[in-house]
Each structure stands twice: as structure tokens, then as C-alpha cells.
């Protein structure tokens, strides 16, 4: 029916955006809007629909494009953030009115990581939680997880660098 | 080819400060002679720094619920009405945009009778650029409202550019209606005025800073 009104060229390629992309934009604007579900709902259509209106820019920007997405959705958010800030009356305790931007950007950052993060495996998300979290040492951590010392160590390995490359695919933080 | 550097798994464990003392030592030795071990540290020395704000709790939590079954059909939905949109939009232009080249910039079109119902013009790009732009002039009885819808379409960069919108009167005169800076994918949109009737206005342009127009409008 919809299919009908786009055309089956368009409702295909929003579906190929929506199974590709969608999960990961969720899992990320799910943890800015504070679990309004209609609003996160809306931001990642409307991202949806800007690489929908320009779909080269996912070519141009080189794999997945999934960095594009990331950027956009991030932009849709903090613009949000910004009108409500301008509307008292709006201003939930979601936004402290001091510093703004500043707290903006700042929870983004801080939810793009915590989407990288979950991509990573139990494993990678164990020995860091050992490693980093609780602040052991590798020999701490063997004991903990009862794998050798050395696995502790490419685990870790492998863990940092998979949560570094996840944070570059989804735009890098600021 | 690098055959097994016995070092090659110690750099996440360093960074996090996670080697015991002997190893940590050891470690830092073998980083000055070795070039590839430095690059992973140095690709990785940034990461601890993002954590800081993470807490253990965080990491414990589930991962986010799946997007709801309603997305996909509202984004169809959504995407069928922004085509109708488009439709009407470029229908409304009619060949007057196709028409409306660099020669005519400086022609003083004349202007069509004050509709009610104002809409959204599209903008006609001048130059290659990712920028695209609509503007909606609305007569009032102070002078005329200028609605700008500007967004970056492409991926350029990084590099936020700053772009400012022109009215150009029916001398030719220049007035600037306001400033802005998009990043790429980004979005403005934002009201001005001019106290001049809509028929003493003769076009609107976007321009870089570095003065090159871009995107043109004949009113």
C-alpha cells in the first residue's frame, strides 16, 4: 500500500536504508531522548529520509555511510535540544539550561560511545570492564574471567581496537 | 613480514595501565625500536579518554530494545508525502526555474501578483556545491518575510562553511539578510525581513564567505 504511494523504487531503497541502518540508529538516539520512543522514532525516519532525498552522499562517504548517518541524526538532536532550550516551557529536566551545547554535545558523545560499545562481544565487554572499569590489572583479570594472561591481553587488544574503529564508523566523537 | 612480536596484544593493556611494573618497563623499551607497536598505541591512546564518562553500570545494561515495528511504515509514509511535496513544488515552478540561468541574474524579472498562499521556492544552484535551499516570500504590510530552508546535501568534509543570504533590490543593491554555517548533512532554516515590498525585491542568492554565489533566486 505504501509501496504503492513511493513507487517500488523509492520503497525499496528505504527499505535497504531501514534494515541496514535503522537497529544502529536506534540504539543510538534511543539513549538521547531520554525513552520518549516517538521521538527517537522520528529522528531516525527523518535521518532515514535525508540519505532517502541524497543517497550518493552514503556512496561518497565510503562504506557503510553509516558515519553520514551518525552525523545527521546527532545534528537532528542537538537542534532539537536547542529549540526546546528556547522554549522554556519545553525544557524538560532532560537539558539543564546552563551551557547547552556544551551538554550536548556532551551526551552525545557519551551515547555514540555507549553504541560503540555495544557492538562489542561479552568477551571484549568483559575484559574491559575488568581492565578499565574495576581497574585490573592483567593478571587480576586472568584470575577474574579464568583465561591466561596472555588472552587477557589480546582480548584487550582486539577489544580497544574494535571499540575504536566502531567510534570512527559512527562519526568520531568530538 | 612481521612474524610474532612478542608485543604485538601489549598495547591495549598499556594504555589502560593494566601491565604489571616489569611488563610496563619492558614494554616502553621495546616501543622505541618498534615503529608498528608505537602506531597501535598511538591509535588506541585516545579511547581510555573516551570511557571516562562510562560507567560500569552502563557497559552491564542490555542492549537497547529492538526499533519498533512502526518505523519502516512511517517512514514510507513520510517519503510519500516529502515526493507529493516535491511534485507540487516543482510543478508550481513550472520552467520558470529551468529558465532561470546565470544570465538572468541580473535581469529584473518582474514579479508575479502577491499570492495567498506562499510556498517554498526552489533555489537555482549556480555552482557545484552540496548546498541546496528553498525560500518562501510572504507579504506583510511592514515589508516582506523571507523564509529560508537551507541544508548540505552531500558529504564534503568536515569543514563547517558559512554562507550568508542576499537581497538584491531592483537598483541592484546588495542587503545582507542574515549568516549561518552548515556542516555537512546539516540543516538551517531561519526567518528574516526586509521592510521592502515584494516588488522592489529583484532576487535572492546565497553566497560563501569568500563571496561566491551559489544558489540564486529570481523573485
Redesign the interface.
Known amino acids: 500500500m505504501?509501496?504503492a504511494?513511493?513507487?517500488q523504487r523509492?520503497?525499496d531503497l528505504?527499505?535497504a536504508l531501514?534494515d541496514q541502518h535503522?537497529?544502529a540508529l536506534?540504539?543510538y538516539i534511543?539513549?538521547l531522548t531520554g525513552g520518549d520512543?516517538g521521538r527517537a522514532?522520528d529522528v531516525?525516519?527523518e535521518t532515514?529520509?535525508?540519505a532517502?532525498?541524497?543517497p550518493?552522499?552514503l556512496e561518497?562517504?565510503g562504506g557503510s555511510?553509516r558515519s553520514?548517518l551518525f552525523?545527521?541524526a546527532r545534528?537532528i538532536v542537538i537542534?532539537q535540544w536547542r529549540s526546546a532550550s528556547r522554549r522554556p516551557e519545553l525544557v524538560t529536566n532532560q537539558v539543564p539550561e546552563q551551557t547547552v551545547e556544551d551538554t550536548a554535545q556532551?551526551r552525545v558523545?557519551?551515547q555514540l560511545?555507549?553504541?560503540a560499545?555495544?557492538t562489542l562481544s561479552i568477551e571484549h565487554?568483559q575484559v574491559?570492564?575488568e581492565?578499565?572499569?574495576?581497574?585490573?590489572?592483567?593478571?587480576e583479570?586472568a584470575k577474574t574471567l579464568g583465561v591466561p594472561p596472555?588472552t587477557?591481553?589480546?582480548r584487550?587488544?582486539y577489544?580497544?581496537?574494535a571499540?575504536?574503529q566502531a567510534?570512527d564508523e559512527m562519526g568520531g566523537?568530538t | 613480514m612481521t612474524t610474532s612480536d612478542p608485543f604485538q596484544h601489549d598495547d591495549a593493556a598499556y594504555v589502560l595501565g593494566a601491565l604489571s611494573e616489569p611488563e610496563h618497563e619492558a614494554f616502553e623499551a621495546h616501543l622505541v625500536t618498534c615503529a608498528a607497536c608505537t602506531l597501535r598505541v598511538n591509535t588506541l591512546t585516545a579511547v581510555p579518554k573516551l570511557l571516562a564518562d562510562i560507567t560500569a553500570g552502563d557497559l552491564a545494561k542490555p542492549a537497547a530494545e529492538s526499533e519498533p515495528d512502526t518505523l519502516l511504515p512511517g517512514l514510507l509514509r513520510r517519503a510519500a508525502s516529502a515526493r507529493r511535496r516535491q511534485r507540487w513544488l516543482v510543478t508550481g515552478l513550472g520552467g520558470l526555474a529551468a529558465a532561470c540561468l546565470i544570465a538572468l541574474a541580473v535581469t529584473v524579472w518582474p514579479s508575479a501578483p502577491a499570492s495567498d498562499r506562499p510556498h517554498p521556492q526552489a533555489m537555482t544552484a549556480l555552482t557545484a556545491s552540496p548546498v541546496q535551499a528553498t525560500a518562501a516570500l510572504i507579504d506583510h504590510k511592514w515589508g516582506t518575510q523571507i523564509d529560508l530552508d537551507c541544508y548540505a546535501t552531500s558529504y564534503a568534509g568536515s569543514a563547517r562553511v558559512t554562507y550568508s543570504l542576499q537581497l538584491i533590490d531592483r537598483h541592484g543593491t546588495a542587503h545582507e539578510l542574515g549568516t549561518w554555517t552548515l556542516e555537512p548533512g546539516g540543516e538551517t532554516t531561519f526567518t528574516s525581513g526586509t521592510a521592502l515590498p515584494r516588488d522592489q525585491i529583484s532576487s535572492l542568492q546565497i553566497t560563501r564567505a569568500n563571496g561566491t554565489t551559489i544558489l540564486h533566486l529570481s523573485t
Not at chain 1, 581492565?131 to 593478571?139: E, K, L, Q
Open positions: 505504501n509501496a504511494v513511493v513507487g523509492d520503497a528505504l527499505r531501514h535503522a537497529h536506534w540504539s534511543g539513549g520512543r522514532q531516525v525516519q532515514l529520509l535525508r532517502w532525498r541524497n550518493a552522499v561518497q562517504a555511510g553520514w552525523t545527521v545534528r537542534d556532551h558523545d557519551r560511545v555507549l553504541a560499545l555495544r565487554r574491559l570492564l581492565c578499565y572499569f574495576r581497574g585490573a590489572s592483567v593478571a583479570a596472555g587477557i591481553k589480546s584487550t587488544h577489544a580497544l581496537h571499540l575504536r567510534i566523537v
